[in-house]
């Protein structure tokens, strides 16, 4: 595994919750509330590696721009989440908020993959990408026990 795979798993996990979510009607209240949880504990540790670890990276290494859109995209998620968090799942708004939370991730990781990735591999060797993928996991639990 190196760095791009898990942030290609994880991307999959908020992408089929965000869907799951979509799938709810108004009166799947408990469903929405769990989905929206399972969506924070995937989101948020995940977010918080990339900061710690590529982005830093791109900084320095690599275009800094891409790095600073890519944080500004995660702090309007983390926004938008939160907002969507503190509307009642029974809402009218529930599902348009919860839409456009899902089409700001989705273009988050459009460019993650794409140009993102592509970037990070011209710095990044095959050895450096694996060791970065086992610190990006340690990341994430630190996150999960640190919020607990
Ligand atoms: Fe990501
Ligand atoms: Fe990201």
New binding site residues.
């Given amino acids: 595994m190196d760095i791009f795979s898990i942030?290609k798993s994880d991307h999959k996990k908020v992408q089929d919750t965000l869907e799951s979510m979509l799938d709810t009607s108004s009166g799947d209240e408990q469903s929405r509330r769990q989905f929206t949880d399972q969506l924070r504990d995937l989101l948020l540790p995940?977010?918080s590696a990339?900061?710690a670890l590529?982005?830093p990276l791109l900084m320095e290494e690599g275009d800094p721009e891409l790095a600073m859109e890519?944080i500004e995209?995660?702090r309007t998620a983390k926004h938008v989440l939160s907002e969507l968090e503190s509307l009642s799942p029974g809402d009218a708004f529930w599902h348009a908020r919860c839409q456009v939370l899902s089409e700001l991730i989705e273009h988050?990781?459009d460019e993650?993959e794409s140009d993102?990735f592509e970037n990070a591999s011209e710095f990044l060797d095959k050895q450096r990408a694996q060791r970065l993928a086992r610190e990006f996991e340690q990341r994430k639990q630190t996150f999960l026990k640190e919020a607990a």
């Fill in positions: 942030i995940h977010m990339e900061e590529l982005y890519a995209e995660h988050h990781i993650e993102i």
